[in-house]
């Protein structure tokens, strides 16, 4: 398959390599923990609460680039 010419939705549906698929998980895992923490139905620390959101950001943007990724050459 000729990675160069892949349309957006065949980039999402085609091979992902091991390495990127765990660097999806991971930022999975970080965004639902960020999730859980800014939803929290208890008042939490300021910082607490503005590090969940990094971990929000930063585990969707992992998530996003690891699953645009494909096995190629």
């Known amino acids: 398959m000729a990675t160069k010419n892949l349309s957006l939705v065949q980039r999402l ?37 503005t590090v969940a959101g990094y971990l929000t950001v930063a585990g969707s943007v992992m998530t996003a680039v690891a699953q645009a990724t494909v096995e190629g050459e």
């Open 13 to 49: 549906t085609a091979p992902t390599s091991k390495f990127f698929r765990i660097i999806r998980n991971v930022g999975l895992v970080l965004a639902a923990a960020g999730g859980a923490i800014i939803a929290a139905p208890i008042t939490l620390p300021l910082t607490l609460v």
